[in-house]
């Protein structure tokens, strides 16, 4: 390596969620840092944010958002007495909004790194020893660059299957799922986890007719066993087909679309689409980082081998995010971002896995934080629970949001709170409450005692925690 390498005190390879963040806090600490990203958006122009921003997280947000109102609109603005006529989806116009809301946050984070000082070094990040970076422009120049310290964050790529080569076209994974230029009259969706519940709800309000093949015989096997169970009946009656222990077995293209076979209940059956979407998963992108070469532990799925504060087996080398086990959710890769950049500091923060919220943005809004039931009845626990249901609710009542419920899990001796379900409107921002009780060690009996404003939908989890002693108010 000669004298004229640029050297840095963290180099930060990806600009998603973790490694974005990751790069803020060390700039923040004081150090001289620099983040590589290859990432170009649908611009053709480079783009920070990763995959969250760019096709995942934020994008699906917005078309989730767009397809609401409209089903809000053609189905119960008249509740409201509200008239509407000739009601009409312009998919481009949706798209382009989708796509100016990304443009923003993306240049937004461009602004950060300008503000605090962060090199983006444009290219892919590769692994070149003795704690160096090469970093390849995509017109093929390199550069490399030393660190005292490396911070691996390069996310994850949707999970692929041999039955379902994906095109873009007709065969599409999440991203191209992102980007219809019309509604197809028939969308299969082969995989029922979060990402094909969302992108199904989003096609199915705006006109599809949705059908979700899950290989799986349980629904939302993560989530707990009631909440899963409300909420593929709420959103099976919404007009989501979801066909559980469906085995797809191959694809073949038609004229008009493409043929799915699957097997299911021990039969062979087949069902056309026009487009069909593979959400099976993802899988942690460590492919061309220059691992093996390096000498980094990696498991066989692909992902870094790190421990409890993201430090790998080689020195001064961290790995965050979806690279590495855990939940693939993006508030825990910038948690855990946070967290390395402070532990290169010589601080001594915790990260506490067992206390990230999980949230499925379909409608009405799945969330949890904690044990689920069946995972207490499993580990044998002693537990009471507590529930109230969001009909109860006034202010579900006066939104016409009504479906759904809180659970509450709590200890049956100290009165811990070990878990909090909600199927219900916004229960991607009332599950941070429950988040917040559990990280202070609070019990049911504690959020009982707290004063909830009235009417709100938090009251239904002031209600659920009134319900662990079994002294609900209004049920």
């Known amino acids: ?55 995942g997280c934020i994008p699906s947000k917005a078309l989730l958002d767009s397809s609401h109102h409209y089903e809000h609109l053609k189905l119960h603005a008249g509740d409201h007495g509200i008239s509407v006529s000739n009601i009409a989806v312009d998919v481009a116009t949706m798209v382009a909004r989708k796509r100016k809301i990304v443009s923003g946050l993306t ?80 969308l299969g969706v082969i995989g029922a986890g979060v990402i094909g519940l969302e992108l199904g709800s989003v096609w199915r309000r705006l006109g599809a007719q949705v059908t979700v093949l899950e290989a799986m015989d349980s629904f939302l096997a993560a989530a707990d066993e009631k909440i899963a169970a409300e909420s593929k009946k709420i959103l099976s009656k919404q007009g989501l087909e979801i066909r559980l222990g469906a085995k797809v077995t191959g694809t073949q293209m038609t004229g008009t679309g493409v043929l799915v076979s699957f097997e299911q209940n021990g039969q062979a059956q087949q069902m056309e689409f026009d487009k069909l979407v593979v959400a099976v998963g993802r899988r942690p992108n460590t492919e061309g980082l220059g691992a093996v070469e390096a000498g980094l532990a990696v498991d066989q799925r692909g992902f870094i081998e790190v ?91 006066a939104m016409g949001e009504s479906e759904g419920l809180v659970k509450i899990l709590a200890d049956a001796t100290t009165d811990a709170i070990l878990g909090v379900h909600i199927l219900g409107p916004s229960a991607s921002e009332l599950v941070s409450e429950a988040a917040t009780a559990m990280a202070f060690g609070a019990s049911s009996e504690d959020i009982s005692r707290i004063c909830h404003a009235h009417p709100t939908l938090a009251e239904a989890v002031h209600e659920a925690a009134l319900g662990v002693d079994g002294r609900t108010i209004h049920i």
């Open 1 to 55: 390596m000669n004298d004229n390498t640029q050297s840095y005190d963290v180099v930060v390879i990806g600009a998603g969620p973790g490694g974005y963040v990751a790069a803020i806090r060390c700039a923040q600490l004081g150090m001289k840092t620099a983040c590589v990203e290859s990432w170009l958006g649908e611009d053709g122009n480079p783009a920070l944010g990763g995959t969250c921003l760019n096709v």
């Open 307 to 397: 421990d409890a504060s993201c430090r790998t087996n080689l020195p001064n080398i961290y790995a965050v995010g979806d690279v590495v086990h855990g939940p693939m959710l993006a508030h825990k890769a910038s948690e855990e971002g946070v967290a390395v950049a402070e532990i290169i500091a010589g601080q001594q923060p915790v990260i506490d896995h067992a206390l990230i919220p999980w949230v499925i943005y379909t409608w009405p809004e799945i969330a949890w934080v904690g044990k689920t039931e069946q995972a207490l009845k499993q580990d044998g626990v002693n537990y009471r629970v507590g529930t109230f249901p969001f009909m109860a609710s006034g202010r579900a009542r």
């Open 107 to 186: 240049q937004g984070i461009a602004g950060l790194f300008r503000k605090h000082k962060i090199d983006w070094l444009k290219g892919h990040g590769m692994l070149a020893g003795n704690n160096a970076v090469t970093v390849t422009a995509t017109d093929g120049a390199q550069q490399t660059v030393s660190a005292r310290n490396i911070i691996i964050a390069t996310g994850s790529v949707p999970a692929r299957i041999p039955q379902a080569p994906v095109d873009q076209n007709v065969i599409c994974d999440s991203t191209g799922a992102l980007s219809f230029d019309h509604v197809p009259a028939r």
